[in-house]
């Protein structure tokens, strides 16, 4: 944990300017409660099969209860500034109430860039580096540990991967709409 803060407290003192001060919170939440939500919406829009909404709803309810479930066992604190940098960028302040890790923000994100890769393969590049994008403004904004978001990520993209082969999404398989 030692080496996370001095990464963290090194990283802020480079990268921190006042573009990416107004920016960054609004990219953030593409990882959100919010965005899942509406992505999953959008899918079941564009399909208007009820098995889409239902297993994506699922997959939420699974990523969200192992999120939370591991959050509230591991019960790591935030990071030390981060309730200073919360009320400089946040516009909730329940987003920094609760434990570390994992970053929630950064599971969800890898959550939808798994889905829309194994939809559509061509442009998975792009959708794994606007999740990693979203894991950076968590370490950006000082919500949370680099560890916090690595592991985000892995169980993002693990619980999806494991779910798309066990029960499978009509329209996010491997080979596109069935």
């Known amino acids: 944990m030692a080496w996370e803060l001095k990464f963290m407290q090194w990283a802020n003192g480079w990268w921190a300017s006042p573009f990416p001060d107004r920016v960054i919170p609004w990219l953030t939440h ?14 079941w829009v564009l399909k208007r099969k009820g098995k889409v909404l239902g297993r994506l709803a699922l997959l939420y309810g699974t990523q969200s209860a192992v999120v939370y479930g591991l959050k509230f066992l591991v019960h790591r604190q935030r990071p030390p500034f981060s309730h200073e940098m919360a009320l400089r960028f946040s516009t909730s302040p329940g987003e920094v109430l609760d434990p570390s890790f994992p970053s929630a923000h950064t599971v969800y994100a890898f959550m939808m860039a798994t889905l829309l890769s194994a939809r559509f393969p061509r442009y998975r590049v792009v ?50 709409f069935s």
């Not at 593409?30 to 899918?43: D, M, P």
């Not at 994008?133 to 978001?149: A, E, M």
Request: proline fraction near 3%.
């Open 127 to 176: 959708f794994y580096l606007v999740a990693g994008l979203v894991g950076w403004t968590r370490l950006y904004l000082g919500v949370h540990f680099p560890t916090d978001v690595a592991g985000g990520a892995l169980l993002g993209y693990g619980i999806t991967k494991l779910f798309l082969l066990k029960i499978g999404i009509p329209s996010f398989e491997n080979r596109g």
């Open 30 to 43: 593409f990882g959100s409660h919010v965005a899942v939500i509406l992505f999953i919406l959008f899918a």
